[in-house]
């Protein structure tokens, strides 16, 4: 090695769990650490039991920890299993069961942090590995040498200490040291995609360019500042577009999204995708184009899936991106259950949040009101057609109501929630006014034409559906 080897992101002092294989790059980043007087080292080795041998380097990394004075740590699990119950590749299923394992122990001993042995090698392959997947500027900027995975742990962040080192440089450092790694045969195992990569692919790029590996290093250097740039873009938007987030959920005001440039909202729903699946591996460009121009697509587009079982929803002003298992807040929506009864001069509440009233008034002046009336959950009826009395309820099959404005025409209810866009979900708990069986007021959208005003009411009914 041509250069002092110095070491990146670690602290100066207090507990660090590495994650050691005992692999040439894992060894190189433990013996270097070591020398870090001010450091306790966890040395963390989990057992994938995917090969026969794997036993043997589990008690392989332990005497190298002794011989350091370090403590050791380990655990197993049977990835092949976990990577089938969970439809996981099996890469995907032994990072998944190791950073778990690392995490979990930087917890148990109050570490600052976890640190593993990724090169530039890997670094190179990554980002390679996400441009043949589709990744936007997040994947092809490559691994950060500190970063936190909130999956894992949302406060301890994962280091990678000698990210700038090449493989060539830990194998040297090894035989250089007296270090005697282990040498893992699946590496070189081609039904791997990583592996084919290290092994076929990149050799072949590197016949059209010799310093293959070095450009895409650099690119993805300069990639990283642009990324910081647009986070910072994404941090400034973010409260312009977004209403409210909870538990399986997102809620963006539709207009908000419309006002910004296509490339600054994919960003803003790959963040609200990565906080809602922290887990998802394969966000790739076309998933956040199809969020993009769902936003565009007006609202006839009332629903599209997106990808690890979320979905963006349009209602009304809203656009929601959700999971599919999640519960969609309704206390802004007058819903309810059952049937009320409702006097002229008393109200009655539909659920915590909502209760309608109903007041005689004078006629003339309701039909002046009625006329200039631009609140959609206030409506006047002629009392002597609707009776004292008033039944409140929700939608029953075979409903027909006969909007303001039709005369005798009727719709069916089912047509006419489609029509007027009350969200599905909202539709089977939405209130009706009945007056003698017939529905008199749907509330924020129409009356019905035969309970009108007209120059022959003599009595007049305001009611009023109202928050609190």
């Known amino acids: 090695m041509n250069n002092p080897i110095h070491l990146q992101a670690l602290p100066e002092a207090g507990i660090v769990v590495i994650g050691v294989s005992g692999g040439p790059d894992s060894l190189c980043l433990l013996h270097l650490a070591s020398q870090v007087r001010t450091l306790e080292l966890i040395v963390a080795h989990f057992n994938h039991q995917l090969r026969p041998e794997a036993e043997l380097e589990a008690g392989f990394v332990r005497r190298v920890a002794e011989g350091l004075g370090a403590r050791f740590v380990t655990a197993a699990a049977d990835v092949r299993l976990y990577a089938a119950q969970h439809s996981l590749s099996l890469e995907e299923a032994a990072r998944t069961l190791r950073y778990r394992f690392l995490f979990a122990q930087a917890r148990a001993v109050g570490a600052s942090a976890v640190a593993v042995g990724h090169t530039a090698d890997d670094q190179v392959e990554t980002i390679l590995m996400h441009f043949l997947r589709g990744a936007g500027l997040a994947g092809l900027k490559g691994m950060a040498a500190r970063t936190l995975l909130a999956e894992f742990d949302p406060e301890i962040p994962l280091l990678r ?5 090449w493989r060539q440089d830990t194998e040297a450092y090894c035989r250089d040291h007296g270090l005697q790694p282990v040498l893992d045969p699946s590496n070189a195992d081609e039904t791997y995609f990583r592996n084919r990569l290290r092994h076929s692919l990149i050799p072949e790029l590197e016949q059209y360019n010799p310093r293959f590996k070095k450009t895409l290093l650099r690119m993805g250097d300069a990639l990283a500042g642009d990324h910081a740039a647009l986070a910072e873009a994404v941090d400034s938007a973010w409260p312009q577009v977004v209403v409210k987030s909870g538990t399986g959920f997102t809620a963006f005001r539709s207009a908000g999204l419309q006002e910004i440039p296509a490339g600054l909202r994919r960003n803003i729903f790959r963040r609200a995708i990565e906080s809602l699946r922290p887990n998802l591996r394969t966000l790739d460009f076309n ?7 769902f936003v565009d697509s007006g609202p006839l587009s009332r629903q599209v899936d997106l990808t690890g079982g979320l979905y963006l929803q349009r209602e009304g002003e809203l656009i929601y991106l959700a999971a599919l298992e999640a519960d969609l807040p309704s206390a802004h929506w007058p819903l309810m259950e ?6 002229i001069g008393g109200q009655v509440n539909l659920n915590a949040n909502f209760h309608l009233s109903a007041v005689e008034v004078e006629p003339t002046a309701a039909r002046d009101q009625a006329l200039e009336n631009g609140d959609p959950f ?4 002629d009392a002597d057609l609707t009776g004292d009395l008033l039944t409140v309820r929700t939608r029953h099959s075979g409903d027909v ?4 404005g039709m005369n005798r025409q009727t719709v069916k209810m089912r047509e006419f929630y489609i029509k007027v866009k009350i969200p599905r979900r909202a539709r089977s708990g939405w209130p009706l006014v009945c007056a003698r069986e017939q529905i008199a007021w749907v509330p924020g959208f129409r009356l019905a034409h035969p309970f009108r005003l007209t120059e022959n009411t003599k009595r007049a009914v305001k009611l009023t559906l109202q928050a609190g």
């Open 161 to 165: 200490p000698i990210l700038h080192l």
């Open 287 to 293: 998933t956040l184009e199809r969020a993009s121009a």
């Open 338 to 343: 059952g049937l009320r009864e409702l006097h």
């Open 378 to 381: 206030t409506a006047w009826l």
């Open 401 to 404: 109501f006969t909007p303001l």
